[in-house]
Antibody, heavy 120, light 113 residues
Framework: QVQLRESGPGLVKPSETLSLTCTVS??????????WSWIRQPPGKGLEYIGY???????NYNPSLKSRVTMSVDTSKSHFSLKLSSVTAADTAVYYC????????????WGQGTLVTVSS | DIVMTQSPDSLAVSLGERATINCKSSRSVLYSSNNKNYLAWYQQKPGQPPKLLIYWASTRESGVPDRFSGSGSGTDFTLTISSLQAEDVALYYCQQYYTTPITFGQGTRLEIK
């Protein structure tokens, strides 16, 4: 059974960098069949795609966030990471990591999500 | 970006009755070379992550009850719950994966009447 778990600080100050890690179990992380993705959901609002990373390190970022996003993957440790720089209150959200299928990027497994609040 | 618009925003249906949620994309998500619609549906309950229900517009994910079905093609899609159960109360989202950035509908809240 594939499981994903997000971890990282729940509070980040404005203008600083948000850093999250997603640990994957039940999947090698180096399978070429999946993209490893980040999606966020502001409180009471809808879902926003942030981007994905392939096990080779190839990435795809949402253009609306591209200038501030960096993703990385460590297949040996079965985890992938998100960094979002220069955060503001608008970046306050529940951040989910999810597994996307290479054949078509719908998301079949999700982490439980972690709330990140941007506040001084 | 492809804009996904769901209707209605909220819906109240009696137990055992049919619930229908619509999703319209700003351009076609049908890929002509394989005749597949790049459209998925998710269910989200409070405090939980979204759960995949349907992909390729009409393929039910393993373990999803058969009262859930998806239909449509091109730009117009529908999620139908044939006989509403109490545990179906949730938010429902459509998602296109035809092109990046991947985009979601704004969500439809389904309640019991």
């Amino acid at each position: 059974q594939v499981q994903l778990r997000e971890s990282g600080p729940g509070l980040v100050k404005p203008s600083e960098t948000l850093s999250l890690t997603c640990t994957v179990s039940g999947d090698s992380g180096s399978s070429g069949n999946y993209f490893w993705s980040w999606i966020r959901q502001p409180p009471g609002k809808g879902l926003e795609y942030i981007g994905y990373i392939y096990y080779t390190g190839s990435t795809n970022y949402n253009p609306s966030l591209k200038s501030r996003v960096t993703m990385s993957v460590d297949t040996s440790k079965s985890h992938f990471s998100l960094k979002l720089s220069s955060v503001t209150a608008a970046d306050t959200a529940v951040y989910y990591c999810a597994r996307g299928l290479l054949q078509g990027t719908y998301f079949d497994y999700w982490g439980q999500g972690t709330l990140v609040t941007v506040s001084s | 970006d492809i804009v996904m618009t769901q209707s209605p925003d909220s819906l109240a249906v009696s137990l055992g009755e049919r619930a229908t949620i619509n999703c319209k994309s700003s351009r076609s998500v049908l890929y002509s070379s394989n005749n597949k619609n790049y459209l998925a549906w998710y269910q989200q309950k409070p405090g939980q992550p979204p759960k995949l229900l349907i992909y390729w517009a009409s393929t039910r994910e393993s373990g999803v009850p058969d009262r859930f079905s998806g239909s449509g093609s091109g730009t117009d899609f529908t999620l139908t719950i044939s006989s509403l159960q109490a545990e179906d109360v949730a938010l429902y989202y459509c998602q296109q994966y035809y092109t990046t950035p991947i985009t979601f509908g704004q969500g439809t809240r389904l309640e019991i009447k």
